[in-house]
């Protein structure tokens, strides 16, 4: 047998359990074993990891306290669950069940779940055995047999404290010797993917009668956090201490007499063991046996799944059977009802007529006729004997829910609409606000006169009831839009508009849009803005309530420029005039204020100031500021600092001597900007 170990982590002082514990009574499977509440009530959830350590998979648990999403999870036969998307199997065990279970998922990371269950077997059952059903789901990275995704089934003595082997397996895809693994034609990647189809398999508990038993189910991803690995499993609800088709009908053509399904080899005989009966999985009588006569097969497990085994059982023909279809049915709008009760192995189930059901030909088949239907249940038992039958009818009770709208969805108050609400006679109405029942409200016509949410439920005599779609009702007065600004008329330079909102509205929740001229808008309630350029701008709010209710104010404000200083002035000698230029940019329509501030204490409040005569060489700081009419808090000043020389001292050039027609060049010091020759007889350019 594979090896493998759990290893288990106690979270807290009180071990955290889907249900209590309890003890099984003598031929009744234990309360929930087989998952029929719909819930893990009975069974202890965990949670945990997987690693692979000098080639022995261990499993690390956790106690949850409960199912974990996505790694226990529980799926029901009703409505149904579809198929598996890898191995297109059924999801839902097909053994007849109510709900079977999934642990693990396809999402990678050495995840590990596990379920499991305690219970007593009764004291009085030597031979005893229980029957589950599982499918897998394996991803196949290519690794050894302790590193790859895996189902280990374990059964514990824990009265004795052993496992016990002949019942406990692991499963993996690559590497097993277990018949019955397919690959996936849709492993949805490039990893390949093998599963196995629902199997059933028999857990032999013969001979421990009164013994603890522990059935422990676990699935792991591989070790390396890449691939997944999850397994489906059920549990029959009947557990039996014979082998099936051991009772039979007196009245059976033949008795089929099934031993434990998992095994690679069976070999039937009779009970001295001098005649080999068969070598098949079932053995067949033809005619039937006397009642009474024993037979024993010998089973061969596969190489490390299970032990050498022999069970025995006596053949009698004291079996019967009543026909259930089970209590009449409504289907509700086409919903699918379930028929007829668990199945019973051994015996075959029709259903006549076969029309509105998923499957005709097991015990308890969904149903969905179009029209009232009686179905007829007819049972006979594989031999063909202990033939009963049954009826069930099933009444198809269909609600229109269609609701009609008059009028709109969204109004405003006094504007002359209105919404109306209507539908379909029905045995009883009910319409709600908000999913809140409103008292009164059971006529087929509704008129809204509030915002909100709103449906009606609607029943019929037969028990059926079915909700319309919600409509969402907006209804909103018209606001009334008013707005303020702290100062219409400002600068441009370091201007603030603050607008403040002061809009009201009756009914409904008012939203707002700014649209401020200059390519800006603003959704707040109250806006402070500034304008990067002067000029006149139209501000406009639209205050609404609704996509029908809405009422706007507009405000005008103006933003004056801002007058920039600017003169320029050129460098001279002492005693000589300082002309200064104003280059300042008068805006149109206002007026604009100077004042000079000229370091020899010359001041001038004229847009060009007159000359200005330095006596002393040296630099001279030359202030403009300048106002406008409009923005007289704002001055605006520009300054330049100029420098005044004194002539250099005037000098003698040496006499230089001309040849007649021939050039000579002269050279003036470098002094000063210009230079003026005099006179100027002969010179090409006296200003040279």
Known sequence: ??????????????????????????????????????????????????????????????????????????????????????????????????????????????????????????????????????????????????????????????????????????????????????????????????????????????????????????????????????????????????????????????????????????????????????????????????????????????????????????????????????????????????????????????????????????????????????YVLSVTHSGGGCASSDTVDVKAANINNAVQVSGKLSWCIGSGDSTVLSVREADSIQWFKDGILIAGADQTVFRVTQTGSYHATIFNIAGCNMSTIPYDVNISSIPVAAISVNNPDQCQLNNEFVFTNSSSNATGVMSYQWVMGDGIIYNNRDVTHRFDQPGTYQVKMVVSSSNECADSSSITVNVFPTVLAHFDAESVCVNLPLLVVNNTVEPAGTRVFYSWDISNGQTSVLRDPPPTIFTSPGTYRIKLTATSEKCPLTPHSFQRFISIDKPAPGSRYAIQYAVTNLPLTLQARPLGNEVLWSPSVSLDNPSN
């Open 1 to 374: 047998m594979q090896a493998f170990r759990t290893i288990f982590h106690l979270l807290s002082a009180g071990t955290f359990l889907c249900a209590m514990d309890f003890s099984a009574k003598a031929q009744q499977c234990p309360p929930n074993i087989d998952f029929e509440t719909g819930d893990f009530t009975g069974w202890t959830c965990y949670s945990g990891t997987t690693e692979s350590r000098n080639g022995e998979n261990l499993i690390s648990f956790f106690y949850t306290g409960g199912p974990i999403f996505n790694q226990h999870t529980m799926y029901a036969s009703n409505p149904g669950s579809g198929l598996d998307e890898y191995g297109d199997f059924p999801i839902n065990c097909p053994n007849g069940s109510g709900n079977s279970i999934r642990l693990g998922n396809n999402e990678a990371g050495t995840e590990a779940e596990g379920v499991s269950y305690d219970f007593t077997i009764p004291a009085t059952a030597n031979i005893y055995n229980l029957i589950y059903h599982y499918a897998v789901v394996f991803q196949d990275p290519g690794h050894l047999p302790s590193e790859q995704p895996r189902l280990e089934i374990e059964i514990l003595n824990l009265t004795d404290g052993t496992v016990i082997d002949c019942s406990s397996f692991t499963f993996f895809a690559n590497g097993t010797i277990l018949p019955g693994f397919e690959l996936s034609p849709n492993p949805g990647g490039n990893t390949p993917v093998w599963f196995k189809r629902w199997t059933a398999v028999s857990i032999n508990l013969d001979g421990i009668a009164g013994k603890d038993i522990r059935l422990f189910f676990k699935t792991a991803d591989c070790t390396f956090r890449r691939h997944f690995g999850y397994a489906y499993v059920d549990v029959n609800t009947e557990c039996s201490d014979r082998f099936t088709g051991a009772e039979f009908c007196p009245d059976d053509s033949a008795v089929f007499v099934t031993a434990p399904y998992g095994y690679e080899r069976y070999t039937w005989h009779n009970s001295t063991f001098t005649q080999v009966l068969g070598r098949d999985q079932t053995l067949t009588f033809d005619p039937p046996p006397t009642t009474g006569t024993s037979v024993a097969v010998v089973l061969l497990p596969y190489d490390g799944y299970g032990c050498l085994d022999t069970l025995y059982t006596d053949l009698t023909n004291t079996l019967n059977y009543t026909a259930d279809a089970g209590p009449d049915k409504v289907s509700c709008n086409d919903q699918l009802v379930q028929l007829g009760t668990t199945p019973k192995a051994g015996w075959r189930y029709r259903w006549s007529p076969s029309t509105g059901l998923n499957n005709p030909n097991i015990s308890n088949p969904l149903a969905s006729p179009t029209s009232d239907t009686r």
